[in-house]
């Protein structure tokens, strides 16, 4: 396990793991079902990605996207590799929406729509609701 995957919370954030990646509940909500897809591989830099890791990424995005949609019914996905703080190769994986959505009587709204994702504005989300976005994504992955 990487420091990027035990920062974000795992092995208790995951949503769902593979041979070469793993998909976890970002722990701040930026958007409703925000998510980091980190490389399980032993790499700093997307172009030293194995070609395996590439074509397993293939097959991980289209579950999480179809996951995600499924779920929340996002308007657009925002993929960051941003690597400044946390090296290994990771994504934050941001579903964007016109409007505000409803989860467990709470409202996550996204303060950047329609411009790029601020990462610094979160949706409060206390840690019951957190465990409801994992399980309900846990139940719909495809």
């Not at 994986?93 to 329609?114: H, I, K, N, Q």
């Amino acid at each position: 396990m990487n420091e990027t995957l035990k920062k974000f919370g795992y092995p208790q954030t995951l949503v769902r793991e593979f041979d070469r990646w793993a998909v976890v509940l970002r722990p701040k909500q930026v958007t409703l079902g925000s998510l980091v897809l980190v490389c399980k591989e032993p790499v700093t830099a997307l172009a030293a990605v194995s070609p395996d890791g590439f074509s397993e990424l293939a097959e991980v995005t289209r579950q999480m996207e179809g996951t995600l949609a499924r779920t929340f019914q996002y308007d657009k996905i925002n993929y960051l590799l941003l690597m400044m703080v946390d090296p290994d190769v990771h994504f934050h994986v941001l579903p964007r929406y016109a409007g505000p959505r409803r989860f467990r009587d709470v409202e996550f709204t996204d303060t950047s729509w329609p411009g790029p994702p601020d990462l610094t504005k979160v949706n409060e989300s206390v840690p019951e609701i957190s465990r409801a976005i994992l399980e309900r994504l846990r139940e719909n992955w495809r």
